[in-house]
């Protein structure tokens, strides 16, 4: 076993663990041709998630997929290159291929071949398309075409899709992309990204072009029952302990949020001498804090007081009733008209997420800072901050 916990970079192998409901069905969407849309927190397991299905499908006969990462597009055209050069390198088995291909469907743009440094892949493609080049619906029908030449089925997953909101001209972008694809008969897609208050405005409002577009799939926790026996095994493979009962605690303290249990989990291990103790624990949650710590502080400068008010009130355990006259006048939130606008300015930061359960912290350790700056402990975590 190599690294005992892996946080911030997409997991496979036996570092992925549980998710087979969801592996299952979003393979079941993948081989069904129905376009799934994947949304969660950060750093929930979106990516890894997706990997694996692909991972999984790399033998099926007759269906392949295409991964790209758009998170670097900031325009339509960008979106465009992006998307036309990884379905040509996806789908091209050699160098040649590739250009042949783009020849055959991509008329006048003659892609640029660089042999890549990076070892994973030997070549990389640049096709510089402009508005002038070729239309938009030329290269969106890319991947339907070649599908339908190599009589196979394609799936496109595309992460970071959230950037597609920011393009200037949004909406009519958005509305030429599903034009287009919602009428592919063998290319389906997979859309998913990291900011999810952003990816809830593109697939959630009926007035929005991606609207009701595919499978939605809320990604939840991995819960506590398979993170334990994860923990302790990976304590075991380096000759240390941890019990049951600590190990869980690892879990609620950052509420099972995927990246922040191995990173706790992580910081644990470092702290333990044979096996792990409360006080370890202590000690690997201080310096969890520690480490996003600059971040946070940098959050909340930007905060107005009304906004830091509001967490103060969330942080103190309440979630909704925020128009309460007793409410706003404890924790100074001004009028009651001001409400709303505070919980849209703090989602669309990403500092709260708005359930039907009502407002919490998006991020987990953000809270526990926010608490420890605050003084707004609850009991449960009081003796470990
Ligand atoms: N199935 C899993 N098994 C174990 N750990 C996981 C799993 N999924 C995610 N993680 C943990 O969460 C971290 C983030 O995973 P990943 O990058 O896939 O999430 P994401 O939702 O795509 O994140 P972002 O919102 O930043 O795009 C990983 O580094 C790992 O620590
Ligand atoms: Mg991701």
New binding site residues.
Partial sequence: MGKAFIFGV?VSGENFTDRVEETKRIRMNFENGLNTILISPRRIG??SLVNRVCDCMADVEGIQTVRMDVYDCRNEYDFYNKFAASILKATSSRMEHAVETAKEFLGRIVPKISISPDPASEYSISLGIRPKDISPEEVLSLPERIAEKKDIRLVICI?EFQQVGDFPDSVNVQKRLRAVWQHQKRTSYCLYG?KKHMMENLFQSRRMPFYQFGDTIYLGNIPVEEWVPYIRTRFEAKEKKISENLAAEICRMVDNHSSYVQQLAWNVMIETESEATRQNLKDAVHKLIAQSSPLFIQQAENLSSYQMNFLKAVSAGINDGFGRRSVIEDFNLGSKSNIARLVNSLTDKELIDKTKAGVFFADPVFRLWFQSEYGTVSAHFSGLL
């Fill in positions: 997409s979106k990516t992460d990291s």
